[in-house]
């Protein structure tokens, strides 16, 4: 069976400071990963994501994940902080296939001081 | 593109009424679509798996008589909670898939008050 661990279900940084988020999963086959953030009272947003290939992946709004599959994790990043980052951020797993389902991570607040 | 469109954004209805939530792939095909149910401060729980033309595939655990799923075409499927509870009371998200084996594009949720 999958699963996510996002350590930290609170994460505060100062605006233009490093931002890290911790993603673990696990899975007994080769993951596809996403990130995703959530803006209150809204869905899901895709920041970006793994399949295969170059392990370090870049997504929108500066934000860049790598895949290490000898820690598995996946653990996102964004070199400064900006206050518009303050928001709900999930990872998440899949098998890929036919199927597709997501595993959610138990998501991670991150609040950005000025 | 990928704009997947979740309507109503918000109801508020009185305990045994049905309420029917739509959700719409603008501009492209979903083969398949997602009803995730999500509680406040907490993960987005997958209660079934709808592919068009045929029946939704629920979680183990999710009443399928309670949660009736359609998805009639390509760019609808749509979620009744039948005979609505307090218990019923939650943020309510689609999304829709382009193809196997790609990312889920989520609609903005449903918040959904049983009084």
């Known amino acids: 069976a999958q699963s996510v661990t996002q350590l930290g279900s609170h994460v505060s940084v100062s605006e233009g400071a490093l931002v890290l988020l911790r993603c673990n999963y696990s899975?007994?086959?080769?993951?596809?990963l996403f990130w995703y953030v959530q803006y209150p009272n809204q869905g899901l947003q895709l920041l970006l994501k793994?399949?295969?290939?170059?392990?370090l992946v870049k997504g929108i709004n500066g934000f860049e994940a790598e895949f290490k599959k000898s820690e598995t994790s996946f653990h996102l990043t964004k070199p400064s902080a900006h206050m518009s980052d303050a928001a709900e951020y999930f990872c998440?797993?899949?098998?890929?296939?036919?199927?597709?389902?997501?595993?959610f991570g138990t998501g991670t607040l991150l609040a950005v001081q000025p | 593109g990928a704009v997947v469109s979740q309507h109503p954004s918000r109801v508020i209805c009185k305990s045994g009424t049905s309420v029917k939530i739509e959700c719409r792939s603008l501009d492209f095909q979903a083969t398949t679509m997602f009803w995730y149910r999500q509680f406040p401060k907490k993960s987005l729980m997958l209660m079934a798996t709808s592919n068009e033309g045929s029946k939704a595939t629920y979680e183990q655990g999710v009443e399928k008589d309670k949660f009736l799923i359609n998805h009639a075409s390509l760019t609808l499927s749509t979620l009744t909670v039948t005979s609505a509870h307090p218990e019923d009371s939650s943020f309510y998200i689609c999304s829709a898939q382009t193809g196997e084996g790609q990312p889920q594009h989520f609609g903005d949720g449903t918040r959904l008050s049983i009084l």
């Open positions: 899975s007994s086959v080769p993951p596809y």
């Open positions: 793994y399949t295969t290939g170059a392990t």
């Open positions: 998440a797993v899949s098998e890929g296939g036919a199927t597709n389902k997501l595993i």
